[in-house]
């Protein structure tokens, strides 16, 4: 507890040296505190440049933020959560203590001199570095360092946003991948240190400033359910323009790496030059979207300008977020499909505004498929909570429609183009090379469904397992019941409580002889009691038992072979 506080502590005060890195260094390269609010003006450093000094402003950018993260720190070039995903899923949580610093400064300057990227991915992997440095100092468990790292990432959210609730989930849903009351509790710890700290400096306001927005018609639900599934195709394909443009990129590319992201920013300042709008994260242009700003024409150029110029950025070797990209293209595709209903439904319809908020959360979840994340964040972000319904409707939509269309997320996709898959097996690591089948153990005798409890109580005290497979009367597969729950069923009032352990039996995921060890423990680790069936390749019929203990034969097996 005391050390989520400090880590809290940590990543509130970091989370002030970056956004003020970033005022400094935008002001610095463009002479506006932020160039996408007045869009194709001068700078007045160098007037004598007119618009065109964002053709350099991305270059001498790079000559500085190049060098920096390719002798210092290589992976502070990107978005930075995947990082941060995979030393928690792979390392333990150690993180280089030297990443903050240069991810702090790579960030601010690629963003401050155009970068076309957001501020929540830098300041994640900075919070995480941080966590991870303070937790070698009391030389924390692997488990504890785990969320001692996330609890660095829940209070960089926190406090750049000011969203402590958002901070929270964040970090469990996206990189602890679970959630317990002891992550919970250790990220709210932090996640609220940061925010005090955090509401000091910039105020106790929420971070967009939007108008009100209500619901009018219930048509409007229809309307919401189908922009979240038009989301999905959006969030998707921004994430494979992420990825097409770097590659493209990579193909191109054949200096050193260090000089790639300046020679890169002269496509980039083109860009910018095109549609200044681009310029750094676009908050301002977001906002005057929800007003109404834009015409629907516009509001395309812009969302497909916030694509490229995103996938630019980071296919030159910038360093910058993708949640901010996500809700600028939400934005403009949600205010784009308000106009469309609007003029087909003007009866109907309701506020654009409330479209382009909903539009937001939902390419986001459908590109990194954090339903809850989205639902919070959003939430938080703008204050609004009278769009919540719609808004929870849209997200799920476009988290699922987005599962079918792609089985990587946005952040999942980097590390899988490494060959890095966090569910898969471990490369070298023995005890993940094994099939099930090899290590397995013989199946227990299973309890009829029929079976009394207080007669299931017996067997499973003499089993030696704290669970058994149930079958019913033809020998079909049933399910798993656990001591614990026949204990608790028994402590019920009679004629109330179930009386056979059919009424108990659960079915775990299946776990089967062919699957890869590296799965099946995703599943051993999570279910009750001390094992988990083993099933049949058809997954029809119980033929093995796999516990904790076969599990780790697969060590004796491998070094056997």
């Known amino acids: 507890m005391a050390l989520a506080v400090v880590v809290g502590g940590g990543a509130g005060l970091g989370s002030i040296a970056f956004r003020w890195c970033i005022q400094s260094f935008t002001h610095a390269f463009s002479g506006h505190a932020d160039y996408a609010a007045t869009p194709g003006v001068s700078n007045p450093h160098v007037p004598w440049l007119g618009p065109y000094f964002v053709l350099l402003a991305p270059v001498l950018g790079g000559l500085l933020y190049g060098p920096l993260v390719h002798r210092f720190a290589k992976e502070a070039r990107g978005h930075g959560v995947p990082e941060v995903m995979l030393a928690v899923a792979r390392r333990g949580g150690r993180i280089s203590p030297k990443v903050a610093v240069v991810k702090t400064l790579a960030s601010a300057l690629c963003i401050g001199s155009g970068g076309s990227v957001g501020r929540e991915g830098p300041i994640v992997q900075i919070g995480s570095a941080l966590g991870s440095a303070l937790g070698r100092v009391p030389k924390v468990t692997e488990g504890r360092m785990k969320l001692v790292v996330a609890c660095g990432a829940a209070g960089g959210i926190a406090a750049t946003f000011n969203a402590p609730l958002a901070g929270v989930f964040f970090a469990m849903e996206l990189i602890l991948g679970t959630f317990s009351a002891e992550a919970f509790g250790a990220t709210v710890l932090a996640s609220v240190t940061a925010s005090v700290i955090g509401r000091a400096a910039f105020g106790d306001v929420a ?24 989301a999905a195709v959006v969030g998707v394909g921004f994430t494979r323009s992420l990825y097409l443009v770097e590659d493209a990129c990579d193909w191109l590319w054949r200096g050193p790496e260090w000089l790639r992201p300046a020679v890169g920013g002269l496509a980039l300042g083109l860009v910018l030059l095109a549609l200044p709008e681009m310029y750094g994260v676009g908050y301002p242009v977001l906002e005057k979207a929800t007003e ?29 977020g993708v949640f901010a990209p996500s809700l600028f293209i939400g934005a403009m595709l949600g205010s784009a499909y308000g106009i469309g209903a609007h003029a087909l439904l003007p009866g109907a319809a309701g506020a654009v505004g409330a479209y382009a908020l909903v539009g937001m959360g939902a390419v986001f979840a459908g590109a990194s498929r954090a339903p809850i994340t989205a639902v919070v964040i959003l939430f938080e972000l703008t204050g609004e909570y009278s769009i919540i319904l719609p808004l929870m409707l849209s997200i ?27 569910e898969g097996p471990v490369p070298g690591a023995r005890i993940c090379a094994q099939h099930v089948g090899r290590v397995m153990e013989p199946l227990p005798t299973p309890l009829p469904a029929s079976t009394p409890l207080a007669d299931a109580a017996d067997l499973l005290s003499l089993s030696g397992h704290g669970a058994l497979p149930v079958v019913d009367d033809t020998g079909g597969y049933v399910g798993v019941v656990t001591a614990q729950a026949v204990g608790e069923a028994l402590t019920e009032e009679p004629g109330s409580a179930p009386e056979r352990v059919g009424q108990l039996a659960e079915p775990p995921a299946p776990v089967t002889t062919d699957q890869p060890l590296a799965q099946a423990l995703h599943t051993l680790v999570t279910a009750p009691g001390s094992g988990v069936p083993v099933l049949d390749p058809g997954r029809t019929k119980p033929v093995g038992w796999l516990s904790h203990q076969s599990a780790l034969r697969a060590v004796h097996t491998a070094a056997d072979r």
């Open 207 to 230: 971070f967009l400033k939007l108008p009100d927005f209500h619901i009018d018609h219930f048509a409007q639900y229809g309307l919401f359910a189908l922009l979240g599934v038009v």
């Open 292 to 320: 109404g700003g834009y015409a629907v024409g516009f509001l395309f150029l812009l969302l497909t300008g916030k694509m490229l110029a995103s996938s630019l950025t980071i296919g030159i070797g910038g360093s910058g």
């Open 396 to 422: 799920v939509l476009a988290t699922a429609t987005g599962r079918l269309m792609s089985n990587d997320t946005i952040y999942t996709l980097k590390l899988r183009r490494r060959g890095i898959d966090l």
